[in-house]
């Protein structure tokens, strides 16, 4: 059995040499660059998409990005937050919340028009709203 007769009374190793340390000092440089290459090699992009809300506006764009960022090669995580959970269920029923929403555009006089949120207030415009966005929806063949 061999015996390590070059360690220090405290039991701990002698420094290396100039020379010896010199050549560590390249071996680690160097494969130390050999490693951080291939783990750039081997790095996949990567997204995180967060889904707050369940309505049928807000479904489509968290979607069409984690898609496109997948077809695109890179590796996507979704969270749904609570609202967001809506959107995961098997059966679909999403509707429109035009309340607050000032990009909300609806086909009024002859032109669409940013929606007033008074006019939201009025009891079934959420279900006029979201019967037209289906309809248009299907007219245009979305998926």
Do not use: C
């Not at 405290?10 to 130390?32: K, N, V, Y």
């Not at 059966?91 to 035009?98: F, H, M, R, W, Y």
């Not at 949120?117 to 998926?143: F, Q």
Request: positive net charge; proline residues 6%; charged residues 20%.
């Amino acid at each position: 059995m061999a015996t390590i007769t070059n360690l220090r009374p405290d039991g701990s190793a002698p420094d290396l040499a100039d020379a010896d340390r010199e050549r560590f000092d390249r071996w680690f440089d160097a494969r130390f660059e050999e490693k951080m290459r291939e783990r750039e090699a081997a790095h996949v992009p990567s997204m995180s998409i967060i889904a707050t809300k369940g309505t049928l506006d807000w479904a489509y764009p968290p979607f069409i990005l984690a898609t496109t960022a997948a077809a695109m090669g890179l590796e996507v995580t979704m969270f749904f937050t609570f609202y967001g959970l809506t959107l995961l269920k098997k059966k679909l029923d999403l509707k429109i919340s035009t309340l607050g929403n000032p990009a909300m555009q609806m086909p009024m006089m002859g032109m669409h028009m940013a929606l007033p949120n008074i006019v939201s207030a009025v009891p079934g415009v959420d279900g006029v709203a979201t019967a037209m966005m289906k309809n248009l929806i299907k007219r245009k063949g979305v998926a």
